[in-house]
């Protein structure tokens, strides 16, 4: 079974400034990794996801995560933040030979002028 | 391209009685899959449909069940609710249940509240 941690709850970010968002996972098997985004009293959109290859993906509206296979983490970034950025996102995990996605807690992002 | 939508998008309950919440996938997807959100939470899955079968069930007691029609849309049924059963309710289609890397859409949810 797979499981995820979101290592912050809340991350306040003030508008043009960096991000990071944490993301830890457990698998005894290969893994496939995805950040989702959801704004306020919607679904889930997809920010971008990691199957294999490249380690770094780059996904929409200038994000980016890194996979760590050794530190078994998938860290999702951006360089600088806009208002619209604030959410909740969420990172999942599936097995490779899996179906569902195992999320995480989620982090939410308040961006500040 | 139209999206996943779902119906009703708000629910009021009370304890003990059913309810039944309807998914209509994306254009040219074959499977839905349906997570239960509870408030603060991340999304847990609840069960599977591919092609009209169940490909997958998660940790979820039998009183939530489910069907998916020839027209690849889906219901969720929970009898008997419980007060915990209040949360939102994703559902998510993808193309093809089996190919895991095919990315799944979600629709915008079900909120259901339990009194």
């Known amino acids: 079974a797979q499981s995820v941690t979101q290592l912050d709850s809340q991350v306040p970010v003030f508008e043009e400034a960096p991000v990071e968002l944490r993301c830890n996972y457990s698998s005894s098997v290969s893994v496939y990794l995805f950040w989702y985004v959801q704004y306020p009293n919607q679904g889930l959109q997809l920010l971008l996801k990691?199957?294999?290859?490249?380690?770094l993906v780059k996904g929409i509206n200038g994000f980016e995560a890194e996979f760590n296979k050794s530190q078994t983490s998938f860290h999702l970034r951006k360089p600088s933040v806009h208002i619209s950025d604030t959410a909740e996102y969420f990172c999942a995990v599936s097995g490779s030979n899996d179906y569902k996605l195992s999320f995480g807690a989620g982090t939410t992002v308040t961006v500040r002028a | 391209e139209t999206g996943v939508t779902q119906s009703p998008t708000h629910l009021i309950k009370t304890r003990g009685q059913q309810v039944t919440l309807r998914c209509s996938s994306q254009s040219g997807h074959n499977t839905v899959s349906w997570y239960q959100q509870a408030l603060g939470q991340g999304p847990q899955f609840i069960f599977q449909y591919y092609r009209e079968e169940e490909n997958g069930r998660g940790n979820f007691p039998p009183r939530f069940s489910g069907l998916q029609f020839p027209n690849y849309s889906s219901e969720l049924n929970v009898n008997a609710l419980e007060l915990d059963d209040s949360a939102l309710y994703l559902c998510?289609?993808?193309?093809?249940?089996?190919?895991?890397?095919?990315?799944?859409?979600f629709g915008p949810g079900t909120r259901l509240l339990v009194l």
């Open positions: 990691y199957l294999s290859g490249s380690t």
């Open positions: 998510a289609s993808s193309r093809d249940g089996q190919e895991i890397q095919e990315t799944q859409y």
